[in-house]
């Protein structure tokens, strides 16, 4: 068991949900995951917007102050989940967002849609 998960490996929705689900079940109750670039990739924030819906987890998302690219209005964005208890719904595998990674950044991104 231990008491932080940080995320900030492949940016795929595949990638990042896989590794929820494999090491979330490692983290203690009161425990926290971080997860960098949550805003910019919109793989990393399908899986945000997941734990967000779980009763299990409190999520906050902040912007981080740089951009990317010119005309980018996207920041990277930072997620701190903190997993309240170990009993509730598991984290599973969404079907809609296979293959989620980027999005465009000139778009909002999907967690602030």
């Not at 068991?1 to 079940?25: K, R």
């Not at 425990?31 to 779980?54: E, P, T, Y």
Request: charged letters at 30%; aromatic letters at 8%.
């Amino acid at each position: 068991e231990f008491d932080m998960l940080v995320l900030d490996s492949d940016h795929a929705y595949d990638t990042i949900i896989t590794e929820l689900m494999l090491f979330e079940p490692k983290l203690r109750a009161g425990g926290c995951i971080l997860m960098h670039d949550s805003l910019f990739f919109d793989g990393v924030g399908a899986a945000v917007a997941q734990l967000a819906r779980n009763p299990r987890f409190e999520v906050v998302t902040l912007d981080s102050p740089r951009a990317p690219n010119p005309g980018c209005v996207r920041s990277p964005g930072v997620t701190v989940v903190r997993k309240k208890t170990a009993d509730g719904p598991a984290i599973e595998f969404e079907e809609k967002w296979r293959g989620v990674n980027v999005g465009d950044d000139r778009e909002v991104p999907l967690l602030r849609r």
